[in-house]
């Protein structure tokens, strides 16, 4: 693990040897497959959204390409309940140096604070809670200050391990929120999770989704996940885990350079597990060329410039 | 599979169903214009596309037919709410189509079995035709189905195969061979080694878990090559819900299948066991799971 | 100009030749280049957003491609204000059949409705307020339905031409702020003006654009386009425009079937002027194909499906 | 030039300064790799690129060199603040590349008259280069500058030029003729015409614009088509923002040029006369504008 050692991060007193974290509701229900992740490269894995009770989602299509390595979806936090699930979470954690992450959601916020603490038990190292699926009701949550902070205190008085927040991009100002989750004792951010948005067929009229409109993922949202962690980070001292877009290492230096101090990998999955350790290994060239010894001292660069505009 | 660059065929498009032929009392092929923004898709068997029906649902559906016109046919057994809807469209009805999804069998040199069991024969007509132009000599075809009325293909088959290239069976014996596809081919292995020689044989096959299980033991003692075709719950059908991935080899049916070889299938603690329902909870296939 | 019969839409009185209209900020600032326009399809054109003095916005580089159709840019309004624009209005205006809509900004209601009365006089058709830049000051005006309400109130007063406000995606809920503008007098919306995002160079680690946070238009911006439209089209009962990633006439029966009744091309000019003759010769066929008399038939029709579910 | 799929050259990719060759008092050559995503853009001689200088401002320039291992160079005028501080940037130093843009020259059959002045000599380098290949017996290429001093890549066309095939002039005299490029063309003009025979003679210039609207009289009393690089303020460089529009004909100078030929040039009511400043505001070219 010598080679891993400039990729090493530290988030809220969590160690994990790759800033790479699979992103929530990619791949994330068979242990077996989480552990592969583990072995082509990931630090950490955050599971399927998991509820407090089984849940079928939303009919097919559920997920679909736009093309140009973009994607719309709108599963709507299927899962098999907390119950169920829970000895998934045990067996996922039984691989040794991956950090388990188990994303929860619930109804009110006792479902959270309910399911986050029976995740944990079942092993969970931290939890992060989804309170930013644009197409399911959670949305409601991570679109008011006030109300991210209620959801934020309860579940971190049922836990012990870290909190982490998933925050939307569809709200006006993100900085809000992040501050007020922060506040409420989020232990590390994450941004950004799906922007809202729709695709319609031509010939039928209707909506390709089942649901109609859903979370666009992938390439088409890079640039919008870069902004909201360059803006975060400027007002939050918790650290901030870059999701959205990310495809290759420089996408990843991208967010590292905005403000980020790990990353989440959903989307690009897409072209298999190779593609971890493809970024992985380009990351560390990157870090070697330029005899950085470790990927944190990228956190948040991009701030340092200076700005020029005209005299007017 | 891994692709290089994201294909714009994961964006279902709707087009007519130009025609609509009844193969058996519960199944019916659909043929649709398989252009994608200009180009022919090329397909390799035991490829699939997803199906969209609008207002209802997507579903996964083998690639049966290829036409020299760039038109595809797939066959659809009336099983449930979205094959049933399916069944009740007609010509000049829209459908979506995206794909095409999955690895394909990987047709190898040396004698070839092929068999397909049920609705599973959809999934291995265009093997066989690929077989008969690539070693029509080293060529037998098995298929079975409960009864004589859902033989699918069979005319068709029956016209192309010579009889010697063919067996067909029915579990309650309305035709051919009585009893299962598995029993068919431990019958006249010898037969068919004989005739293989110093050739390698290779078994490919689609049709119900139970049967691939079983003709994974057949082919394991006898030491016969297996490719099987497999079905899970999909959603995406390009490896990022994880919902189609089989235990413990973090396979994902939909790019690294549906085909699997022996030695995968022998790793895989799921099958014959194991599915993973739409919200992703797996169940023991033989439990009564809903 | 048979032909275009079917292509043929009125917004708010005016009657338009084609339902292609060229959007704000693009080519917008050369007569000439308006009448070419004209003759390649567009039924009207935007002009760059004027303000009421001259400005220089921020300096280059103000505008990157960044692969994929999708396009960064931070001009930061950029005009030469309104009294020397004048001029150009009137030669703009000299086009016949040609719809011509002066988009206009300012440092406050007044400088906006000023703007605007004296964009009228020098012979605008209608009146777009960009409150909706995501890289200038404006963008605190269209993400308040309060103050978006007072500005428009504020124009609508000054002018006697049809008003379009054009709003930002920038925001939690776009639905609140376009019926505000509704109340407030608009005679049309338009969505959406850019999404903001931030692109960050690797090697000097800073922002690639001089102003830092751009805002991104083209193909990745459609779905969230479309989904904004169809959001606001449930809401509000004046036409909207729809805008965002048109490249071809799909994109376009898109935009209609979620409820618009016109749209405005812009990052599509890169391809040149030939795209919109395109674009326009496209949508005849497939209205004749359907036998369809006008496009305006298509408006909203993606409201129609049938909501699915699975019985949980 | 209207390309069918965008480039992923229109993101500015930041490299190293490779080396610095100092031309002239106020010009200065930077070299830098020309790779994009692992491929090296092909050029054609009069294209641009823009060139970012983080921190600064972000300018077009045309493309001077070509090395056979991808290197690009361009030569830089110290005129203002970005190519102030272009100049005072060393190997190694990071600016930003994106293009090629614009249309090039399109070097025609027949003789060729090949004029560059001041910095314009850069914009005409690659040109010189190409018909020297293409049809040696046929070229004519005229430099001039204010001073000696200030010649561009004098040293390097005189040895790979023939006498006979350049002349070279100063404003004041102090190398070769004095006087403007157009003078020494019309001087010359019978006996390029005698060696030209029966074809065809294009004029290719770059140069300051009062230059270039002399050179169009000139041509068009002769005859001769001209093909002429215009400069005009930019931002995107891919025509979007239409600040580089030259009216009437909607021209993007940015897309469509920045070379222009005299069909073209003749029907502008710009040329010569009117630019637009970074705000979008059309003045005379002669009048006080800042
Ligand atoms: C790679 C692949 C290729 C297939 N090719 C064919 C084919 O050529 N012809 C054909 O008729 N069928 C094919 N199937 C099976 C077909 O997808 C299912 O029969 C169909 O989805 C059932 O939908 P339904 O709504 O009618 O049934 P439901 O009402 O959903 O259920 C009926 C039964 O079908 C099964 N089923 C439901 N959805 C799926 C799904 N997404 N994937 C797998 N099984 C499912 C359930 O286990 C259930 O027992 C294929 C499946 C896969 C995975
Ligand atoms: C297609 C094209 C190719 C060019 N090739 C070269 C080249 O090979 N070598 C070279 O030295 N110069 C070239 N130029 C000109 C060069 O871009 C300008 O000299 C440079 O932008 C001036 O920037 P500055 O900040 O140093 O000067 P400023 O301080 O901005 O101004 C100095 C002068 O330069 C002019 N200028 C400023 N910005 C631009 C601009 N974006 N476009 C055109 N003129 C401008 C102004 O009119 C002003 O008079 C080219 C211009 C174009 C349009
Ligand atoms: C198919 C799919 C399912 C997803 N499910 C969840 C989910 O259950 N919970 C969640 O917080 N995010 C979910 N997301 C969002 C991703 O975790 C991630 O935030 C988003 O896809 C952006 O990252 P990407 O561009 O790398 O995919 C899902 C995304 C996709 C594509
Ligand atoms: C270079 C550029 C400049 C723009 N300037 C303006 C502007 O001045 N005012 C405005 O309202 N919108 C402006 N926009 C936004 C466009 O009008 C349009 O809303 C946006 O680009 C989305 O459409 P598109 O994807 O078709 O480009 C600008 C966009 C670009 C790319
Ligand atoms: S169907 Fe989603 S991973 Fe296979
Ligand atoms: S530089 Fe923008 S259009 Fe030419």
């Not at chain 2, 079983?214 to 994880?242: D, P, W, Y």
Request: include cysteine.
């Amino acid at each position: 693990m010598k080679l891993n050692k400039p990729l090493n991060v530290s988030i809220a007193g969590l160690e994990f040897n790759s800033p790479l974290i699979l992103a929530s509701g990619i791949l994330g229900v068979s242990p077996p497959t989480m552990h592969i992740l583990a072995d082509y490269g990931m630090g950490g894995i955050t599971t399927k959204s998991i509820g407090p009770v089984k849940r079928k989602g939303y009919p097919n299509p559920s997920i679909i390409g736009l093309g140009n390595d973009t994607f719309l979806n709108a599963v709507g936090l299927a899962n098999p309940g907390i119950e169920r699930f829970s000895h998934e979470i045990t067996e996922i954690k039984k691989k040794e140096g991956l950090v388990v992450i188990v994303s929860v959601f619930g109804d009110n916020s006792n479902d959270f604070a309910r399911t986050a603490s029976l995740a944990e038990k079942a092993g969970a190292d931290a939890i992060e809670i989804n309170i930013s699926c644009p197409h399911a009701e959670v949305s409601s949550i991570g679109v008011d200050p006030k109300i991210t902070f209620e959801y934020v205190r309860a579940v971190k008085k049922a836990i012990h391990c870290p909190l982490f927040v998933k925050l939307t991009p569809n709200v006006t100002d993100i900085v809000k929120i992040g501050m007020s989750a922060e506040k409420a004792g989020a232990d590390a951010l994450v941004a950004i999770n799906t922007v809202s948005g729709l695709a319609i067929d031509i010939n039928t009229h209707r909506p390709i989704l089942a649901h109609g409109i859903g979370g666009l993922s992938g390439r088409a949202i890079k640039p919008i996940g870069v902004r909201h962690v360059f803006n975060l980070s400027k007002a939050v001292s918790i650290p901030i885990i870059g999701c959205g877009g990310i495809f290759n290492y420089e996408d990843v230096l991208e967010y590292f350079l905005a403000g980020a101090s790990a990353v989440q990998l959903g989307s690009c999955l897409y072209y298999g597990y190779d593609i971890i350790t493809q970024i992985r290994d380009n990351l560390i060239r990157y870090l070697e060329t330029r005899k950085l010894d470790s990927i944190s001292q990228l956190t948040g660069l991009a701030h340092h410039y200076k700005e020029i505009g005209f005299d007017d | 599979m891994t692709k290089n660059e994201q294909s714009i065929t994961d964006k279902p498009f709707t087009t007519e169903i130009k025609s609509v032929v009844q193969e058996t009392p519960l199944m019916k092929t659909y043929y649709v214009s398989f252009v994608v923004q200009g180009k022919i898709p090329s397909v390799i068997p035991g490829q699939f596309i997803l199906v969209w029906i609008p207002g209802i649902d997507e579903i996964p559906m083998a690639i049966s037919h290829v036409l020299d016109n760039g038109d595809i046919g797939f066959t659809v057994k009336d099983v449930g709410e979205a094959t049933h809807a399916l069944h009740k469209m007609k010509i000049g009805d829209l459908i979506g189509i995206r794909g095409p999804y999955g690895n394909g069998y990987q047709l190898k040199d040396g004698f070839s079995i092929i068999i397909g069991g049920g609705i599973g024969i959809a999934s291995i007509r265009l093997l066989v035709q690929k077989a008969l132009q690539k070693n029509p000599n080293h060529l037998l075809v098995i298929v079975g189905a409960q009864t004589a009325k859902e033989l699918l293909y069979l005319e068709e088959l029956q016209e192309i195969l010579k009889p010697s290239q063919m067996l067909v069976c029915t579990d309650d014996g309305s035709h051919g061979n009585e009893g299962f596809v598995t029993m068919i081919l431990e019958k006249n292995l010898l037969h068919i080694k004989e005739k293989a020689g110093a050739n390698r044989i290779t078994v490919y096959a689609c049709g119900p878990e139970i049967m691939l299980t079983n003709l994974l033991k057949v082919c394991n003692t006898h030491k016969l090559e297996l490719e099987a075709s497999l079905e899970r719950f999909m959603r995406c059908g390009f490896g990022l819900c994880g919902l189609c991935v089989v235990d413990p080899l973090g396979i994902k049916i939909c790019q690294n299948g549906p085909v699997l070889n022996s030695a995968v299938l022998n790793e895989l603690d799921d099958f014959g066991k194991f599915h993973r329902d739409v919200t992703g909870e797996k169940y023991r296939i033989d439990s009564n799971h809903g």
